[in-house]
């Protein structure tokens, strides 16, 4: 078998011959190469180390299920604040709807004593509303972001345990 190496100099190129033992050689070099290093992570990783057999032990289990039920705790939090806030909001938009209302019901009236003609101003429609989707009706407000990354926090505690 030939392996040509090519320069990167006027394109000049060498050629190593290679028979059937030093390949036999080179292919044992390689087969003892990943020996090693697959020996070398399973002596790092401790296993070994475990004279009975039972894999983790039980200190590590409790400082894991230690930390889940804090990560419990503070998601918990973090889901109340939520709902707070969302509650909060939608006081606040409830509000800023009842006064409005009100706005509306002004501007009628002061059209109504002003004499002004109805086309003018029209308090009985709906404001005018760009873009060619419309809202749904029964639509739900939400915060999408804090309640998808409260569930993938969920979920990454769920497969935890």
């Known amino acids: 078998m030939n392996i040509i190496f090519v320069g990167s100099r006027h394109g000049k190129s060498r050629t190593l011959k290679v028979g059937a033992v030093q390949l036999c050689v080179m292919a044992t070099f390689a087969f003892a190469l990943v020996v090693a290093m697959v020996w070398f992570g399973y002596s790092l990783s401790g296993v070994s180390d475990n004279s009975a057999g039972k894999g983790i032990n ?16 503070a998601l918990e939090e973090l889901n109340q604040k939520s709902r707070e806030q ?3 909001l939608t006081l606040r938009m409830g509000d800023m709807q009842a ?8 501007g009628q009236r002061l059209t109504d004593v002003a004499g002004l003609d109805n086309g003018e101003f029209d308090f009985s ?6 873009g060619p989707v419309e809202a749904s009706v029964g639509e739900s407000y939400t915060m999408p ?3 998808e990354s ?5 979920q990454q505690i769920k497969d935890r345990e």
């Not at 409260?150 to 969920?154: E, F, G, P, Q, V």
């Open 150 to 154: 409260l569930d993938r926090i969920a």
């Open 86 to 88: 969302l509650d909060a």
């Open 58 to 73: 039980a200190s590590l289990v409790q400082q894991w299920q230690d930390e889940i039920s804090q990560q419990r705790v």
């Open 145 to 147: 972001e804090l309640t």
């Open 99 to 106: 006064r409005l209302m009100r706005l509306d019901a002004l």
């Open 125 to 130: 429609a709906g404001p005018a509303l760009g």
